[in-house]
């Protein structure tokens, strides 16, 4: 066992039940304490007392000490990225997925050609940074495909991230070598098995070698190390405290890289019927976003189109420093393609129309805050 496995199932999930009954147990005195404390650093009885039920009441208190800390941190800018899908193909079952192998439709994966003329059309909208996502096709879309594909798209983006398959160390040391500066991987959920649940086959089902993930692509010097968990398979008070340890285990390994989190709730997805007895209101998201933001001065906050206009819009001004716009989930979303999507969006407004909104929360709207050739 090492050490991060160590530290999850000393505090965490593998003791759900008394994590429950622990955070129930928190009362507002507790919480009001941990208010009264420098905020932006993380402990993990804060973190616990600001996820609990009794920090409900103080949400509003929570929300302008996490604005102020934000402003400090990283002043009136928010990021603008979008996603480019290059496969739909998978070879994972995750029950709650589109993409999911058993799903009977016309698969498709792009050519190198095809995913250059989709990122052109979102270089054309403005983006200067790119997260290149695909579902486990390591046979159609290996590595060298997203070396390659980076080397002919880095002259359009400052930025390339990537949102695929967990890879060994050495190869997430060739796509760092190749210009891909950040990796995002969510863990889905900390719970051992409840994730044995919803994984039951394919490569996905190795829980300890995607938790070991970010650790391989730190390793190799990604510089954005992207962490989540898909809200709705598991509670998501005790995911959050799992959530904070591990990348407070990173930060402290990997001082250099910054962690990011985002906030990914299950959404309507091709033939997905399975129900969700986890899922998260947009009272209880906020909450979580908040208490991470009061526990992670540095850490970026990611808000995608999964969620509403309206939300997102009410949280642009508080904590969140990184949003995607005009986001396409299925491969050739840009071009035109009639393809199957992951999920489907909820924010359907146009990167002119999201930019417009974040101008008018009095934050500016930022293409491009970074640049591969800083770090060369
Ligand atoms: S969540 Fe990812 S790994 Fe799982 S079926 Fe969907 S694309 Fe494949």
Redesign the pocket.
């Known amino acids: 066992m090492n050490k991060l496995t160590t530290i999850l199932t000393q505090y965490n999930l593998d003791h759900q039940n008394r994590w429950m009954d622990d955070l129930k147990a928190i009362t507002p005195d507790q919480v009001q304490e941990q208010l009264t404390r420098t905020p932006g650093r993380f402990d993990l009885n804060r973190l616990a007392a600001l996820v609990s039920p009794a920090a409900v009441e103080f949400l509003e208190v929570m929300a302008q000490r996490a604005q102020i800390l934000t402003m400090q941190r990283f002043g009136r800018t928010i990021q603008l990225y979008a996603p480019l899908y290059v496969s739909n193909y998978?070879v994972?079952?995750?029950r709650?997925?589109?993409?999911?192998?058993t799903h009977d439709f016309d698969r498709r994966r792009l050519t190198l050609d095809e995913a250059v003329a989709d990122a052109e059309m979102i270089a054309s909208e403005g983006f200067r940074h790119i997260l290149l996502v695909s579902?486990?096709d390591r046979t159609g879309v290996p590595p060298e495909y997203f070396c390659e594909l980076t080397a002919r798209l880095r002259a359009r983006f400052s930025s390339i991230s990537v949102e695929i398959?967990p890879l060994t160390q050495e190869e997430y040391a060739r796509l760092f070598a190749a210009g891909i500066d950040g990796v995002t991987l969510y863990q889905e959920t900390y719970d051992r098995a409840v994730y044995t649940d919803w994984h039951q086959a394919g490569p996905?089902s190795d829980y300890d070698y995607r938790l070991d993930s970010p650790d391989r692509f730190a390793q190799a010097d990604m510089r954005r190390i992207g962490l989540g968990v898909l809200l709705g398979l598991a509670d998501w008070r005790a995911e959050t405290l799992a959530l904070g340890q591990h990348a407070a285990y990173l930060m402290k390994r990997y001082w250099r890289a910054q962690v990011s989190f985002s906030f990914p709730r299950i959404r309507p997805a091709y033939e997905v019927r399975d129900q969700f007895d986890h899922l998260v209101g947009d009272k209880e998201l906020v909450q979580m976003m908040l208490a991470l933001r009061l526990c992670f001065a540095d850490a970026g906050i990611v808000l995608s189109t999964r969620e509403s206009a309206a939300l997102r819009d009410r949280l642009v001004g508080i904590c969140v420093t990184r949003i995607s716009a005009g986001s396409k989930t299925n491969p050739g979303g840009y071009t035109g393609k009639h393809t199957t999507e992951?999920f489907t969006i909820d924010d359907t407004r146009s990167p002119t129309q999201v930019a417009a909104m974040i101008r008018s929360a009095g934050r500016e709207a930022v293409w491009k805050d970074w640049d591969a050739a800083f770090t060369a």
């Open positions: 998978c994972n079952r995750c709650y997925c589109g993409f999911n192998c579902g486990e398959y996905k992951q």
